[in-house]
């Protein structure tokens, strides 16, 4: 098997992108819905985040080279992510500050706890989130770079070995042993095979194994099917059923995505939403 050349993008990933975070858009306008008008539709939305997660192993795959050392891709990471993170979540707590109301003012070590992407216990809501809420999907994000980074110091095919392992590793580690601690909450769950299923798809694109496109048209239908029919309770479940009524669908809407991926139109909206 040869493997395939890194192209600079995939339009079919980047028209997914626009679509999942359409998804998430719609999920939370559902949520105000809800708190304005005491109406409120299914939380599928919500699942356009299991979509990114496992874009995100997908795209970490195939465009990460054997040449990238660990530090230059943890710094790529980081300028992408932390700067715009940084500002929205600052001001959130400068109009905490400047705006006083019923509610007590978050403490300083739950700001820094969500700068630096360590899971807590949230002082305003009593849930596992950052003060910016919409950035726990991050702290997944972090976590997984921070494992794939240090994947980069093996070749490609023990990269690999290492990256599953160490996420099956730790998922395994939450059934067998219950903890309290958001920490091991978070970095136990089955979600993170979420992304290790990415880093499968990309391996398999890599090989050129993928289906062809008319096959991926079926799996895309599938997975939006199953999306459809499954739903889940809540949103912040971060348990194996979200992985199987949302993680799995997502898995084959991807795999169907990027099997279409030489049938793939200029589409200048997706592309932008993609962006």
């Known amino acids: 098997m040869t493997q395939l050349e890194v192209q600079p993008q995939l339009s079919s990933i980047q028209y997914l992108r626009g679509i999942a975070a359409m998804m998430v858009v719609f999920f939370h306008a559902n949520g105000m819905t809800a708190e304005y008008f005491g109406s409120t539709w299914s939380p599928l939305g919500a699942a356009g985040v299991d979509i990114f997660f496992v874009i995100s192993g997908f795209i970490m795959w195939v465009t990460t080279g054997a040449r990238r050392t660990p530090a230059s891709f943890i710094q790529h990471r980081i300028v992408r992510v932390v700067p715009l993170y940084w500002c929205v979540t600052l001001a959130l707590f400068s109009s905490w500050v400047i705006f006083r109301n019923s509610t007590p003012l978050p403490p300083l070590e739950n700001l820094l706890k969500s700068l630096l992407f360590i899971?807590?216990?949230?002082a305003r809501t009593g849930q596992i989130e950052?003060?910016?809420?919409?950035?726990?999907?991050?702290n997944?994000?972090?976590?997984?770079y921070a494992i794939f980074a240090l994947s980069l110091l093996l070749s490609g095919r023990y990269r690999a070995i290492?990256?599953?392992?160490?996420?099956?590793?730790l998922v395994m580690i939450g059934q067998v042993f219950s903890s309290s601690n958001p920490v091991m909450i978070t970095y136990t769950s089955?979600?993170?095979?979420?992304?290790?299923?990415?880093?499968?798809?990309?391996?398999i694109?890599?090989?050129?194994?993928?289906p062809r496109p008319s096959l991926g048209v079926t799996l895309c239908i599938l997975g939006v099917v199953l999306l459809c029919?499954?739903?889940?309770?809540s949103a912040a479940d971060l348990s194996f059923r979200r992985l199987l009524y949302w993680g799995a669908p997502s898995v084959l809407i991807v795999a169907g995505f990027v099997?279409?991926?030489?049938t793939a139109r200029d589409n200048r909206l997706l592309s932008l939403l993609g962006a």
């Open 130 to 138: 950052p003060l910016l809420i919409a950035g726990w999907t991050l």
């Open 140 to 144: 997944f994000e972090m976590f997984f």
């Open 162 to 169: 290492l990256v599953f392992s160490v996420l099956t590793s």
């Open 190 to 203: 089955p979600l993170l095979l979420e992304f290790a299923l990415g880093c499968l798809l990309g391996l």
């Open 259 to 262: 099997s279409l991926e030489p």
């Open 205 to 210: 694109y890599q090989y050129q194994l993928l």
């Open 229 to 233: 029919v499954a739903g889940t309770d």
């Open 119 to 122: 899971p807590h216990i949230s």
